[in-house]
């Protein structure tokens, strides 16, 4: 079974480079310019992880975790958020987010990469000794 990553940035080459960080750990990627369009890929694509920038035009990106952390059926979906460097997210949104990891930008690839492998091959771990 493939794993999909959805990546929301409305910056085009750091949604890019997201985008190639990320297929190298072999995921499938889809992709939005903004939080708007990511909730509605979110609806059609259900991916299983969610690389969003923080800072977007429509929905932001604390706006968008805090849809899907109030929807029970995608309650739970990982999230890595990409917040530019100096910007400082408030404890309250930090804790309603419960993101997995909070990485600013400019950002590693190769970190990134490795982070959405742990995050996935420990949710797939968490999945297969429950079944």
Known sequence: MSLTALVVDDEPHIRRVAELAIRATGCKVISACNGEQAWEEIQVNC??????????????????VRMIRATPAIANLPVILLTAKGFELHQDDSEQTRACEIICKPFSPAALSRRVHQILASRLARTASTV
């Open 47 to 64: 991916p299983d992880i969610l690389v969003s920038d923080v800072q977007m035009p429509k929905i932001d990106g604390i706006e968008l």
